[in-house]
Every structure is written in C-alpha cells, then in structure tokens.
C-alpha cells in the first residue's frame, strides 16, 4: 500500500524555484520523510530527509508541515540537470526497514 | 570513481537461458540491496544481506532468482530460466550500517532484455 501520493508530473521554468509536494496523512510518529531522484539511465539519488524539522542542505530543502501530514521539496534554482524523477518515501529510520517507492513526480525543467 | 558498480549495464538474452548480475558496492558498506524496476515504476525491493548474511527476500523473489554476497564483498544476482516478464532494470544499492539516517548509494543497474 502506498504511504505517499505525489503528482505524476510537473514542469518548471529554469532559474525558478521547484516545489514539489507530497502528501503522507498516515505518516507514524517515528517515520521520516525521504527524498530520492532518479535521472534517467541512472540509478536513484539520496537529496535529503527529516522528521518534522525543515532540512536544508547543498541540493534542496525539505518543509515539513506541522501535522507532517504533508511535505514539500524545493529546489531552489532549478537547472536543467534537475530533470528527473522525484521519489518521496516515509520510512522508519532505524532497524531492517527498506525503502518502498512509489512512482515518483517526474519533474520536468524548461529551458 | 568510489561509487557502486554494476556489471554488466546492458545483457540481451534468449528466454530459458540463465544470467547473473554483478554488484561491487562501496567499500566498507555493509549492507548491500537488489531491487528491480520496470517502466514506468518505481524501484521494487528484491532483497538485502547485512555483510555476507542474506536477511530478507521479496515475494517477488521466485525460486529463479538467487543472491549471494560471498565475504561481505561484492555481491550476484542470478537469475535462471529467464522469461520475458524478468526483463527490467536491475538495480543494486549499498549503505554503511548505522542506527539512523541510512542513506542508499545506488549504481546504475544492470539492464536485461529477454527475447
């Protein structure tokens, strides 16, 4: 069962800011929220996580609402490098869990 | 490049011949995961070892498919009497264990056609 929905694609001008949502309304309190991307021909890649705390790091930042109830990804000038596939994932962060995608937001950056 | 690497990228084979898939992953990442993607989805788990022990497999790992991860090392999958629906990217992944904040480090995969 899927513990994410996200949008099945988006566009965004280059230069602008990217944001991309993500609902998870079951989230557990001790489920965080992943971000992974996944250029085509390669496998994915780790950007950033967090549990209910906003997170910034040197790729993207994670926004978090209070009932982490939902969440939102920003890239914040996006290039067209940025094209991708956006996989958000909720998952326990310690033990024997795996990460399970889903099908992602497939981003698309206009020149 | 200290990534994780797969080989081969690409194997074309006819249906019912066996293959195998090598994974090299990060040195001093202890566990190492196999998942499966086909067009259009996400990733799918297959399995995982924590060094050399193989400590969960997928339903979608049928009696065709095995892995090893021999020495804790570098890791196969192999996959015996392939049938068409087994064609899909073969993707491997490795993280050092920690309690929390695991990231996964995936390669590129492996991509198998069956004819």
């Known amino acids: 069962d899927a513990k994410t929905t996200q949008p099945t694609s988006m566009d965004c001008a280059e230069g602008r800011a990217a944001n991309l949502p993500c609902n998870h309304s079951t989230i557990s309190g001790n489920e965080y929220v992943y971000w992974y991307r996944q250029i085509h021909s390669q496998g994915p890649q780790y950007i950033i996580h967090?549990?209910?705390n906003n997170e910034t790091n040197e790729m993207a930042s994670l926004i978090i609402t209070e009932d982490r109830k939902s969440s939102t990804l920003i890239l914040p000038h996006a290039t067209l490098r940025d094209t991708a596939v956006y996989y958000c994932?909720?998952?326990?962060?310690?033990?024997?869990?795996?990460?399970?995608f889903g099908t992602g937001t497939r981003l698309t950056i206009i020149p | 490049d200290t990534g994780v690497s797969q080989n081969p990228r690409h194997k074309i084979t006819k249906r019912g011949q066996n293959v195998t898939f090598r994974c090299d992953p990060i040195s001093e990442h202890n566990r190492l995961y196999w998942y499966r993607q086909t067009l259009g989805q996400g990733p799918e788990f297959l399995t995982y070892?924590?060094?050399?022990?193989?400590?969960?497999k997928s339903r979608l790992l049928s009696d065709r498919f095995s892995a090893e991860r021999p020495k804790g090392s570098f890791s196969t999958l192999e996959i015996q009497r392939t049938e068409q629906g087994d064609s899909a990217m073969y993707l491997c992944?490795?993280?050092?264990?920690?309690?929390?904040?695991?990231?996964?480090?995936f390669g590129s995969g492996t991509q198998l056609s069956v004819l």
């Open positions: 967090g549990l209910k």
């Open positions: 994932i909720v998952r326990v962060d310690f033990g024997n869990e795996k990460l399970t």
């Open positions: 070892f924590q060094n050399e022990a193989q400590l969960e």
């Open positions: 992944a490795s993280s050092p264990r920690q309690t929390t904040n695991e990231k996964l480090f």
